[in-house]
């Protein structure tokens, strides 16, 4: 049975990659931040947890437990534009060196492991209106943009310089069940309120690239048959553009809910108007959404339902 490692695979991704790769047949083993008991690991989609940071002690401890993996996926980083620009230094930190420390205990340790890295769609900055497309130049807006074209550009290095075969999945705006922030958690709290109206920041037509979370994980294994010495990078995105405004207009429905919805007309710092992909090369590649966002939105909104009453 092969062997597939996941950092930071106790996060909103990272817990649906676990379940997804033990149903096509792999023993999953995390690494990251949380306490599991053993009793539970199964129920995770976990043949092994280790509740640490990515260090190559912890990296080799559980190979001793593990086997040497065949495929590594790394989720573990800063995930918030926001808490970049609050703390940059720690989100570069968390990004960063954590993948300088996992690119080189691979190149020492594992050199045939295949990696999968998970950045963001963030180091494009904002896409002004045309999909991009991968071989767009990157312009970050924000710490955490910056920072994951870093990541990029260590897994480049390791790969040309040392051989290791790795491909990179830029994740555009990833959501589903499970999310318990940013706009779609955030919104629902509010529209579940007793108000007649609520107000969100920005204009509410900021396009955005929604992929369900099933087609993310589905795309990350995907992905790992393309793993090479060239460091491929795919878009992880549907191409399908659709409005702030209009997410938010799906997600009342199905909340059914009346709630008045306005927006400030104020951008966050760091983000984008713009962030759509251009979907050609994973398409190329074999592989697209198959969870239409209104469906995928219909999804989240029954299981918030439940989840919000949840403590």
Known sequence: ??????????????????????????????IGHGHLPAESWSQAGLAQWSNSEITAEALAHLASATGIP?????????????????????????????????????????PRSKLVVASSAAVYGDTEGAPADE???????????????????????????????????????VYGEGLRKQLLW?????????????????????????????????MMLHVAGRASVD?????????????VRDIVALLSKSLQRTVRVEFSGIRRRGDPIVLVADAGRIASAGISCRIPTNVGIRRYADWFKFARNER
């Open 186 to 218: 955030d919104c629902g709290v509010k529209l579940m309120t007793d108000v007649e109206s609520i107000e969100l920041g920005g204009t509410g037509e900021e396009l955005r690239d929604w992929i369900h979370v099933d087609d993310a994980v589905a």
């Open 135 to 173: 071989s767009r130049r990157p312009a970050p807006v924000s710490p955490y943009g910056y920072h994951k074209l870093m990541m990029e550009q260590l897994c480049h290095e390791y790969s040309r310089v040392f051989g290791l075969e790795t491909a990179v999945l830029r994740m555009f705006s």
């Open 70 to 110: 065949d495929l590594v996926f790394h989720l573990a980083g800063g995930s918030a534009v926001g808490t970049s620009l609050s703390a940059p230094f720690e989100d570069f930190t968390r990004t960063t060196n954590t993948t300088a420390r996992l690119l080189e205990w691979l190149r020492t340790h594992s």
């Open 1 to 30: 049975m092969p062997i597939a490692w996941v950092t930071g695979a106790r996060g909103f991704i990272g817990r649906r990659l676990a379940l997804y790769l033990r149903d096509q047949g792999l023993a999953v083993c995390g």
């Open 231 to 243: 460091c491929e990078i795919f878009n992880g995105g549907s191409g399908v553009a659709v409005r």
